[in-house]
């Protein structure tokens, strides 16, 4: 069973900062996620990637799969970014229907 | 398109009372899972579907029964509260067996 690990757990920055937030997992997989959780509200999936990297806006997502490292980085970050984010993996090396499993968030405070 | 709509958003049960919680999506989706969120854990899988009358057990599947009747409904049925069960949980759903859209949780307290 794959096994997801976040860092930082915590993280206050000043807008405008370069933020990065790093997953690491332990089974070989098919394809990572990228989640957002603002407080209180619903959870959106920003990014899912096999390899490389993806953009979208600010955020940038990178995945090594060699070293089974995923990084989400932030540019030019604002307060309106203060968010839980949340990696996630197939929670077996074959994937499939019986879903993800989630590391445990890394909560991010942009302060102005 | 409502996208994936949970209710009720926040409900309290006495231990020992049932309940479901509801979840239904408009976007023709195979794919629907129930999860729930506790804190200092990450979200874990209580039931999935792939598709209309095919359900199955994730990780944390006791106490809570599913039924998938219909493509665009999955309640999640509570059948003896326990103060364990008091969580965040959230529905979600996907074309394939990877959950991309979530509802936006319902918080439950057992008392």
């Known amino acids: 069973k794959n096994e997801v690990e976040q860092s930082p757990q915590n993280l206050t920055a000043q807008e405008g900062e370069f933020i990065t937030i790093n997953c690491s997992y332990s089974v070989g997989i098919s394809a990572l996620h990228w989640l957002q959780q603002h407080p209180g509200g619903g959870i959106v999936s920003l990014f899912m990637?096999?390899?490389g990297k993806k953009k979208h806006g600010r955020l940038i997502a990178t995945i090594n799969i060699q070293e089974k490292h995923s990084s989400l980085h932030i540019t030019a970050s604002h307060p309106r970014d203060s968010a839980v984010y949340i990696c996630?993996?197939?929670?077996?090396?074959?994937?499939?229907?019986?879903?993800?499993?989630f590391g445990k968030g890394t909560h991010l405070i942009i302060q102005p | 398109n409502a996208g994936v709509t949970q209710t009720p958003k926040f409900q309290v049960l006495k231990t020992g009372q049932s309940m479901t919680l509801q979840c239904a999506q408009d976007m023709n989706h195979e794919y629907m899972s129930w999860y729930r969120q506790d804190p200092g854990m990450g979200l874990r899988l209580i039931h999935y579907?792939?598709?209309?009358?095919?359900?199955d057990q994730g990780e944390v599947p006791n106490g809570y029964n599913v039924s998938r009747s219909t493509t665009e409904d999955f309640p999640l049925r509570l059948l003896s509260a326990a103060p364990s069960q008091t969580s965040v949980y959230f529905c979600a759903s996907s074309p394939r067996a990877v959950p991309l859209h979530f509802g936006n949780g319902t918080r439950l307290t057992v008392t």
């Open positions: 579907s792939v598709g209309a009358g095919i359900t």
């Open positions: 996630a993996v197939p929670r077996w090396s074959g994937g499939g229907a019986d879903g993800l499993t």
């Open positions: 990637l096999s390899s």
